[in-house]
């Protein structure tokens, strides 16, 4: 049962109802706006040729409630700010710098990891009051087809499973790194890059030596084939416990088959095995495979993905946008020592532009047959423009009590109210 107090702050969202209103109101005279804002972005030249300053402004209402957690409901009004400058490219180069910071405007839940860390009393929401440079990176592109960047950057690679920014997140994941991208075969892509260093959703950095290489070839829209590696060494103390090498190869598409059916499809294997100092010898697989349709604007998938466990260690995905995947609640972000089975399924649509999702989770170990429980996501968006988007999502998790795994024997609740602009 959510607190008078939760349920006050849970309808009266005064921020997000005035952008909502805003938006809905008067869109045609918003969209009137966009083009002289766009212009004085590009600081008056259609061409930016004096570069561009890039903004992303992001308001969210958070609600976490975790039954018999002793701990009362988790309430979060934050308000982001991302602030750059792009440069123009000259002879090849191009740089960028990014300032990002997260106001808590409403302080009633816990950030651990932060400081300050607000309420110990009340659960955890990950969007930390703080601010940082986000971003700094200078690329070059004066070789043929192909592009270098270095410094603190955004990396996304694929679906972000394995290497991303934690978008989900008002403060993003980056990485101070380089990387080269070479598109010199037609349809080919190859990416090779290092990571030095990690800064996480909690503004704090993480140390690492990551290498990584991955290469995708794609052939219209029938098969993208992707093969990839991460060479991942933790010399922190007490972290060599995470030092991994992890080899994948994935194959996926949404082939047409008529005017108005889409078929969808992956499979995905990943090999994880122990790598550098790491004391524990490991040899873990996951696979990742869906099948599904779209037709007339309705998409139904059906899944299963399984990262797989020893009894006394699990495939991890350290630096993966993870909320992205095992359902939106969260709580399978670090997987358990049993591993994870997670089999889904998805409905989609997006009438009139309102993207609408329902995603059902049905949890099992992959090791000791253990019934962790089910998951019920929701999600409906709308875009107004280029720049324009409200967005509503909820997740329960319904766990089984008799499972016996006190972190994931409780129910959870999270409620999401977010309005954001980007130019």
Known sequence: MLSKKASQCFLLTPLFSAVLTSIFMQPVAAYEFDKPIENAFKLGQDDAQYGQIKLDLSYRFEMSDIANNAKDTGLANTLRLRLGYLTP???????????????????????????????????????PQASELNQLWVSYTGLPDTEIKGGRQRIKLDDDRFIGNVGWRQMEQTYDGVIATNTSVDNLTLKAGYIANVQNIWSQEDAVQLPFANVNYKYKDIASVTSYGYWFSDYDKGQAGRSTQTYGLAVNGSPKITQDIDLHYTAEYTYQGSYANNPNSISLSRYNLMGGASFIGVTLKGAVEELGANGAQAFQTPFGTNHAFQGWADMFLVTPKDGVRDINATLGAAPLGIK???VYHNFQSVTNSIDYGNEYDFLITKKFGKHYQLLAKYAYYDANEANGIGALNKDVNKFWLQGSVSF
């Not at 002879?91 to 302080?107: I, S, V």
């Not at 009633?108 to 110990?120: E, I």
């Open 89 to 127: 490219k000259f002879h090849g180069l191009q740089g960028f710098a990014e300032f990002e910071g997260n106001l808590a405007m409403q302080k009633d839940y816990f950030a651990p990891l932060a400081s300050p860390s607000f309420d110990p009393r009340r659960e955890v929401i990950a969007d």
């Open 356 to 358: 609408m999702a329902f």
